[in-house]
C-alpha cells in the first residue's frame, strides 16, 4: 500500500476570504508528481478550489502569501 | 447640443485610452466618441444658421426610412430615437465590460461556465500557445506555456471529479512573471 503525506491548516481568521477556512496540503505521487493545496469552507465537504505545484515547498508558499498559512501551521493527516 | 457632443467625445476618447482586458471599452468608446463629434458638428451648425440639424446619426436611420417608403414623420421620429439609442448603447456596452471586469478583479480562484473536454482542449491550445510542454510527473497532464506564464491542467483527478464541489473539471491557470499565481480558473466538464 502507497503512503502518502497529507496536513491541514486552519486559514487565520483574518486572512479567511471567500469563505475559505482550511487548507489542505496533499502529495499526489501516483498521478502527478505534485503537490495539491485544497482550500475548504468545510472539510466534511469537497473542496472549493484546489491547485497544483510541482513541490511542497511551492505550494507551502502559496499558502503563506495567499492566506498567511506558516509552516507551524500544518498539522499532519496520515 | 454641442456641448453635450463634446462631452460625449471626451468621455469616448477616455475609454479608448483606458486599460481593460476585455475590450468591450474600446467598441464602447469608439461608438461615443464617433457619435460625440457627430453631435458637435450638427450642434456648431444649429448655432451658426440658427435653424435645427440633424446628426448625420438620424439623417442616415431617417433618409433610409423613406427611401423603403416609411412617412417622413415617422421616418424622423425613428431617426430621432436612434440618436437617443446610439447615446445610450456604448453606455451599455461600456458598463457591461465594467462588471465583467470587476466581477472577478482580484479574485484568483473562480469557476468558468462548464464546457465539454473537446471544446476545453481547443481552449487549451490557444491558451498555451506553441511550445508548451508537459510538467510533472509524465503524463501528469498538466502542461506549462513557453513563457511560463500560462498553464493548463488536467489532471487524472481532476477530470474524474475526485476532488472539489464541481466534478469533473480542468483548470486555465495564469501567473505573474515572478511565478505568483494570478488566475485560477476552474471549468467543470459536461459530458453529453
Given at each position: 500500500m502507497k503512503t502518502y503525506n497529507?496536513?491541514?491548516?486552519?486559514?487565520?481568521?483574518?486572512?479567511?476570504?471567500?469563505?475559505?477556512?482550511?487548507?489542505?496540503l496533499e502529495e499526489d505521487l501516483e498521478n502527478t508528481g505534485g503537490w495539491y493545496l485544497y482550500g475548504h469552507q468545510d472539510l466534511n465537504e469537497g473542496s472549493d478550489f484546489d491547485s497544483w505545484h510541482q513541490t511542497r515547498p511551492e505550494a507551502q508558499r502559496e499558502a503563506s502569501t495567499r492566506w498567511g498559512v506558516t509552516e507551524d501551521d500544518w498539522k499532519s493527516d496520515v | 447640443m454641442a456641448a453635450g457632443g463634446v462631452g460625449e467625445a471626451t468621455l469616448g476618447a477616455g475609454l479608448l485610452l483606458t486599460l481593460e482586458p476585455t475590450g468591450l471599452t474600446k467598441i464602447g468608446?469608439?461608438?461615443?466618441?464617433?457619435?460625440?463629434?457627430?453631435?458637435?458638428?450638427?450642434?456648431?451648425?444649429?448655432?451658426?444658421?440658427?435653424?435645427?440639424?440633424?446628426?448625420?446619426t438620424s439623417q442616415?436611420?431617417?433618409?433610409?426610412?423613406?427611401?423603403?417608403?416609411?412617412?417622413?414623420?415617422?421616418?424622423?421620429l425613428v431617426g430621432g430615437l436612434t440618436e437617443i439609442g446610439m447615446a445610450t448603447l456604448p453606455i451599455g456596452i461600456v458598463g457591461k465590460a465594467g462588471v465583467a471586469a470587476r466581477g472577478t478583479k482580484?479574485?484568483?480562484?473562480?469557476?468558468?461556465?462548464?464546457?465539454?473536454l473537446d471544446?476545453?482542449?481547443?481552449?487549451?491550445?490557444?491558451?498555451?500557445?506553441?511550445?508548451?510542454?508537459?510538467?510533472?510527473?509524465?503524463?501528469?497532464?498538466?502542461?506549462?506555456?513557453?513563457?511560463?506564464?500560462?498553464?493548463?491542467?488536467?489532471?487524472?483527478?481532476?477530470?474524474?471529479?475526485?476532488?472539489?464541489?464541481?466534478?469533473?473539471?480542468?483548470?486555465?491557470?495564469?501567473?505573474?512573471?515572478?511565478?505568483e499565481k494570478l488566475k485560477n480558473i476552474h471549468t467543470p466538464l459536461i459530458f453529453p
Open positions: 497529507r496536513f491541514i491548516a486552519e486559514v487565520p481568521p483574518v486572512r479567511q476570504e471567500q469563505h475559505i477556512r482550511w487548507l489542505v | 468608446g469608439g461608438a461615443l466618441f464617433l457619435h460625440g463629434a457627430d453631435l458637435t458638428a450638427a450642434g456648431l451648425k444649429q448655432l451658426w444658421i440658427n435653424q435645427s440639424v440633424q446628426t448625420f442616415i436611420v431617417s433618409g433610409g426610412l423613406i427611401t423603403t417608403g416609411v412617412p417622413s414623420p415617422y421616418a424622423n482580484g479574485i484568483i480562484d473562480v469557476t468558468s461556465k462548464p464546457r465539454i471544446t476545453a482542449l481547443v481552449t487549451a491550445e490557444k491558451w498555451l500557445k506553441p511550445g508548451y510542454t508537459e510538467i510533472g510527473k509524465p503524463g501528469s497532464g498538466v502542461y506549462r506555456s513557453a513563457d511560463g506564464l500560462r498553464q493548463f491542467r488536467m489532471s487524472a483527478t481532476d477530470i474524474g471529479g475526485g476532488h472539489g464541489k464541481i466534478g469533473p473539471h480542468v483548470h486555465f491557470e495564469k501567473f505573474s512573471p515572478t511565478g
